[in-house]
Every structure is written in structure tokens, then in C-alpha cells.
């Protein structure tokens, strides 16, 4: 797809993405935590699913305060999952089997351990004084805005983007106001920004495929509410991108098409789990799911709030489904695996690209006991252990089970991959066949129903259902459900 200037990989028109959360995917070394072995020697399993990219939570090196949020440095990969060498090695086999891979790209803040932070608290300016957003007094704070004074020489106090541990990165202010803020176009600002298109350059130039890009919509401050600021700097990058990396991939975690794709050049925007939205109503709405056999659904909740979503993505880009994400609790068990594959049959043949989260496809269940691990609070249930099979810590790691990253779920009937293998009414099997009928009709790729007409609101939706089905969608959906 063209918007004059620019050109959106083709690659992503049958793109089928799987999230790795790597903490947690398969451990090789008996450590109790995952590595870049374990997502090399599981690459083959990935293939077989149907998905042909993946994306990688962030797997540099950090504190860990949020799970690798919190960078440290962006240009060495985390020890704890194996070196630069062996994430260029994983992007290698990855590329050999026809995968792509995304790495996670944090550009709103960093650790509060990364150098660039540390130098900017010295009381003496330096090259980094500006990195960072610091007021001007030490008992002066950013209005409305969280902030930490106190901890350093600097006579000031300096913006969070996030938790304690994750300093705002200054990209400047729209409209300046104070004598501490930068302009967008700054000496200061303007340096984040092309340190940030390096990190970028290093990784692209050792083999990543793009990034999801991390708070996308959160670089200028004092931005207005169409974002005008931060979709500037992202036009930008996005130019340095088409001149030098045109096949790279951008994901913004946005979930707003119309600033994101439309005004600042991703090429795709996640739909988000968000109370308030229609993908909300499709899986995590209780009772009211419309995914639920004794669903109130109705299926417009979702489409008034998805197509006009779809329209503002369609000329330039694309809208991300997801499955589920590392920071939304898994579908199951509030949808039991037969719904799923009613649900993941939609999500994966709806125009756009999808987004299978590690372990989706077997149906884990979140785990509401477990304690926070590194930042994750309510999150943690849906970050544990991979279950490949039936072995001692169902397949993840070698370690004493008090040694793993996050327990394994421990019910006596915890899906994993071994029990589904094979079982065509299982749910993996279900994924499997579900990617293998998208790959082969290309009227489920996900530019499908920009060639077809009237699909643009609920109503010429549900009349053109009724047309091809001969009911509605959702008696198409209770047939299917009691089938
Ligand atoms: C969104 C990420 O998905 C989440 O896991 C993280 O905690 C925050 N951004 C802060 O980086
Ligand atoms: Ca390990």
C-alpha cells in the first residue's frame, strides 16, 4: 500500500505475528528463566502454528523493575537470555524458517540506572543535562504531571513517563511554556530523538525485522489531543526508516489508528484491551462476552467501535488483534477453549494483522494466585511458564520448580502443547487450521475487505452477513457455539 511517498512492507499483507513474553517461553540452560536458545530451538513449533513473526518483549539489559521496560542499555541484550550474538544468531534461524522478528523499542523512558540518566542528575551541565525532562529548582515539580526530586545533585526534579524506576526521555514540549522546557526542534530534544533512530539503526543493521514501539503516544509533552507533536517525530522516523530500512515493520501499543497510522506513519496500531472498547466486548466483558455461549452479545458493540477503527487504518496501515498481551489478563478460562476457537476464527480472518500471545493457542489459563513478579502486579498471572508438555515443569525449564522464573500452572488438567498435538478438536490444532486457511485464501489477508463494498458500518455489515450466511451474525454465532 502506497500513500504517495512511502510504502508499507509487503510482507506484512500475510504477516501472522506470536508475542514471546522471553522470561518465560523455554529455558535451556536450567537457569528457571527463558533465553534466546530456548525461542531458537522452539522456532520450527512457531512455523508449524502458522505464524511467520514474532515480536519479543524487551530483552535488553535492565534492572527489571518492569520486566525489561526499564531499560538499561539498549544496545546489549539482556545476559540473562544471552548475548548480542546469540539474539543476531535467533534473528538468522528465525529468517532461515521465514520468520521475522520485532524487537520492543522503549523511547519514552528509560531505567533510572541507564548512563544518559545517571550523567543527567550531575549538577554540572553536561551533554545529557538535556535527555531527560528537569525542572529548574529542586522544589520546583512538572505540573500534573508525576515526578521525583531529591535524588540527585541537580538543583531540580525530573518527569516519570511510567513507575518510579522510568524517567521520561525529553523530546521536547508542543507549546514550551517554562524556561526548563525544550521546544521540539531544541538542540536537546532533537538529540533524543537521533539517538533514539540510532538504536533503531543498530539493531535493523544486525537483522530485526521493526519493533513494537512501547507508550507510543507518549514522546512530546504538553502535546494537544490529536497528539499533532508526537505524531511529528514519528513522521520522521518513519522517513529515516523508508530511506534506509523500507522492509522494517512499526507496531505502536497507541490504539488509535487515526493519530497512530494515520498522522504518524506506524504501519500498524494494536486494538487494545480497554473497558471502555469494542474489542473489550468481544472476550473480557464478563457475562456480556460476546464470545460467550450464554453471551448477551451483540455483535455491534464491537464493529461500531472497530470499523471506523478499520477506516482510518486502511488508506496507509494496518490495525494489530491481538489474542491477549503480557499486560491483559488470557481470555481463559472466563471463555472455555471450545468458545476460543469460535473468537480466534474471527480474530484471525478480520482484516488486519494478528497477534497470537505465547500460549493462546493451547488456551493457558491466567493464573490469579500468583505473587508480582518484577513489576507485573495483576499482569503476572498472564506471564508464566510456556506448557510444552507433560514432563516436570510442563517442559518450560530443568530447574527445581522453586527455582523458576514464575511457577508453572500447576492444575492437573493444564493444557499443553504434547496433549493437543495431533487432536484435531483441540484448540492448537483449531490455530493451526485457522492459519493455514488465511495463508491459503487470500481473501482472508488483511487487506480482504478493502476490495469488497459496502463494509462500512454495522448495519451494511450485518445485512451483508445475512446475505452470504442467511442469518445474522449472531444467531451465526449461537448455531455455531451449540453445534
Ligand atoms: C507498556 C508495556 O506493555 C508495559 O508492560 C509496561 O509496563 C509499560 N508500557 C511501561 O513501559
Ligand atoms: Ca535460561
Known amino acids: 500500500m502506497s500513500n504517495g511517498t512511502s510504502v508499507t512492507p509487503a510482507w506484512l499483507k500475510d504477516a501472522v505475528f506470536y508475542e ?21 530451538a522452539r522456532l520450527p513449533y512457531i512455523r508449524s502454528l502458522g505464524c511467520n513473526a514474532l515480536w519479543i518483549n524487551p530483552c535488553f539489559d535492565s534492572p527489571f523493575k518492569d520486566a ?7 544496545l546489549r541484550a539482556a545476559p540473562r537470555y544471552g548475548t548480542n550474538d546469540d539474539l ?20 519514552g523512558h528509560t531505567s533510572e540506572e541507564h548512563p544518559w540518566f545517571l550523567k543527567s542528575g550531575e549538577a554540572a551541565p553536561n551533554e545529557y543535562s538535556g535527555r531527560y525532562i528537569w525542572t529548574d529548582d529542586w522544589f520546583r515539580g512538572v505540573p500534573g504531571a508525576p515526578y521525583v ?69 507518549s514522546l512530546v509533552k504538553g502535546d494537544d489531543e490529536l497528539k499533532s507533536g508526537t505524531c511529528a517525530v514519528w513522521r520522521d522516523i518513519r522517513a ?26 506506524f504501519h500498524m496500531d494494536f486494538y487494545l484491551e480497554h473497558g471502555d472498547n469494542g474489542y473489550h466486548t ?48 488470557r481470555a ?61 515443569n510442563l517442559g518450560f525449564s530443568d530447574a527445581a520448580p522453586d527455582r523458576l ?21 483441540s484448540l492448537l490444532e483449531t490455530v493451526r487450521a485457522l492459519l493455514a486457511l488465511r495463508h491459503s485464501q487470500p481473501d482472508l489477508n488483511v487487506e480482504q475487505v478493502s476490495q469488497a463494498s459496502g463494509f462500512t458500518n454495522a448495519d451494511t455489515f450485518t445485512r451483508n452477513f445475512r446475505t452470504k450466511y442467511g442469518m445474522t451474525p449472531t444467531t451465526y454465532k449461537q448455531t455455531n457455539n451449540n453445534a
Open 149 to 217: 526530586g531529591g535524588e540527585f545533585p541537580r538543583n531540580g526534579t525530573y518527569m516519570l513517563n511510567f513507575f518510579k524506576c522510568q524517567p521520561a526521555l525529553n523530546y521536547g514540549w508542543l507549546h514550551p511554556k517554562e524556561a526548563w522546557q525544550s521546544a521540539m526542534d531544541s538542540p536537546e530534544a532533537l538529540a533524543t530523538r537521533e539517538a533514539m533512530k540510532d538504536v533503531m539503526r543498530f539493531w535493523l543493521s544486525r537483522g530485526a525485522d521493526g519493533f513494537r514501539v512501547d507508550m507510543a503516544a
Open 20 to 40: 514471546i513474553y522471553p522470561q518465560t517461553y523455554c529455558d535451556t540452560n536450567g537457569d528457571g528463566i527463558g533465553d534466546f536458545a530456548g525461542i531458537a
Open 88 to 107: 543476531v544468531r535467533l534473528f538468522e534461524e528465525a529468517h532461515r524458517l521465514g520468520i521475522r522478528v520485532l524487537l520492543d523499542l522503549v523511547p
Open 240 to 265: 529515516m526508516l523508508d530511506r534506509e530500512y523500507p522492509d522494517a515493520a512499526l507496531v505502536a501499543e497507541w490504539s488509535c489508528p487515526w493519530q497512530a497510522i494515520a498522522s504518524g506513519g
Open 68 to 74: 525489561g521496560y526499564d531499560v538499561r542499555d539498549y
Open 405 to 425: 522464573y514464575l511457577p508453572v500452572d500447576s492444575a492437573p488438567d493444564a493444557p499443553t502443547v504434547e496433549k493437543q498435538t495431533g487432536d484435531p478438536a
Open 282 to 329: 468481544l472476550l473480557r466483558d464478563g457475562a456480556r462476552s460476546f464470545f460467550r455461549r450464554d453471551g448477551e452479545g451483540d455483535i455491534r458493540r464491537f464493529l461500531s467501535d472497530f470499523l471506523p477503527r478499520y477506516e482510518a487504518a486502511r488508506p496507509t496501515g494496518y490495525i494489530a488483534l491481538i489474542t491477549c498481551n503480557h499486560d491483559t489478563p
Open 332 to 392: 481463559c478460562p472466563d471463555l472455555t477453549p471450545d468458545e476460543l476457537k469460535l473468537a480466534y476464527a474471527f480474530l484471525l480472518t478480520l482484516p488486519g494483522v494478528p497477534f497470537i500471545y505465547y500460549g493462546d493457542e493451547i488456551g493457558m489459563r491466567y493464573q490469579p494466585g500468583v505473587a508480582t513478579k518484577e513489576g507485573g502486579y495483576t499482569r503476572t498471572g498472564t506471564r508464566t511458564p510456556m506448557q510444552w508438555s507433560e514432563g516436570p
